[in-house]
């Protein structure tokens, strides 16, 4: 199984930007990825993908203001984080779109956003 690692969050007030990093200790070119956040008190959401293509989506909270990448070679999925919001404040995970067995998450990575 691969292992992601996510890195990157941090402090910083409203209207910063913060670039997060996912980094895979396997190949993940053949796969899609997504970055989810998740909220105090709320439910994970997908707020990124990308495609094995470089196809990207996102949710219509952070369009505009983020853009998920990709570095086959570096096996690292990026998140650029631009015009941060407080409601932006959440913990960042990294993870494949779809899975084949049982889902696991890391540890993700703290971003908080002061007013």
């Known amino acids: 199984q691969v292992q992601l690692v996510e890195s990157g969050g941090g402090l910083v007030q409203a209207g910063g930007s913060l670039r997060l990093s996912c980094e895979a200790s396997g190949s993940i070119s053949r796969n899609a990825m997504g970055w989810y956040r998740q909220a105090p008190g709320k439910e994970r959401e997908l707020v990124a993908s990308?495609?094995?293509?470089?196809?990207?989506n996102y949710v219509d909270s952070v369009k505009g203001r983020f853009t998920i990448s990709r570095d086959n070679a570096k096996r690292t999925v990026y998140l650029q984080m631009n015009t941060l919001k407080p409601e932006d404040t959440a913990v960042y995970y990294c993870n494949y779109l779809v899975v084949a067995r049982g889902r696991v998450w890391g540890q993700g990575t703290q971003v908080t956003v002061s007013s």
């Open positions: 990308i495609s094995s293509s470089g196809s990207t």
